[in-house]
């Protein structure tokens, strides 16, 4: 469990998330989300994060958690690395992908 209020003491998040049940987050990030889901400003204008969303097309919330907390990420002031990947059940390449974009766009920080 990674608190989400340490998220404005850290520059850098690469975010892998699985969608549980209905959407939901898996039970080992319920907090991190339901700290994301408040209304109070968390602050994060100094993170760059990155998000690879895990999901199964054949559910209609398919990645509905990392779509969710891109979406929180961006609402609390944090910067997109690069966009978030959405990625079925066969991920290894989406997975590639998104590494090596992360990687690039790190690469060019300065």
Same mark, same amino acid.
């Given at each position: 469990?990674?608190?989400?209020?340490?998220?404005?003491?850290?520059?850098?998040?690469?975010?892998?998330?699985?969608?549980?049940?209905?959407?939901?987050?898996?039970?080992?990030?319920?907090?991190? %989300?339901? /700290?994301?889901?408040?209304?109070?400003?968390?602050?994060?204008?100094? !993170?760059?994060? @990155?998000?690879? =969303? *895990?999901?199964?097309?054949?559910?209609?919330?398919?990645?509905?958690?990392?779509?969710?907390?891109?979406?929180?990420?961006?609402?609390?002031?944090?910067?997109?690395?690069?966009?978030? %990947?959405? /990625?079925?059940?066969?991920?290894?390449?989406?997975?590639?992908?998104? !590494?090596?974009? @992360?990687?690039? =766009? *790190?690469?060019?920080?300065?």
């Amino acid at each position: 469990d990674f608190p989400a209020s340490r998220l404005r003491e850290t520059p850098l998040a690469l975010v892998i998330a699985s969608t549980w049940g209905d959407g939901e987050p898996p039970p080992d990030a319920a907090d991190f %989300v339901a /700290a994301l889901r408040a209304h109070e400003p968390l602050g994060l204008a100094g !993170l760059r994060y @990155a998000v690879l =969303a *895990l999901g199964s097309s054949m559910y209609p919330a398919f990645c509905a958690c990392g779509r969710e907390i891109d979406a929180r990420l961006a609402v609390h002031g944090a910067q997109r690395l690069v966009p978030r %990947v959405d /990625a079925d059940t066969k991920y290894v390449a989406d997975f590639r992908r998104w !590494l090596d974009d @992360a990687t690039d =766009a *790190l690469e060019q920080l300065p």
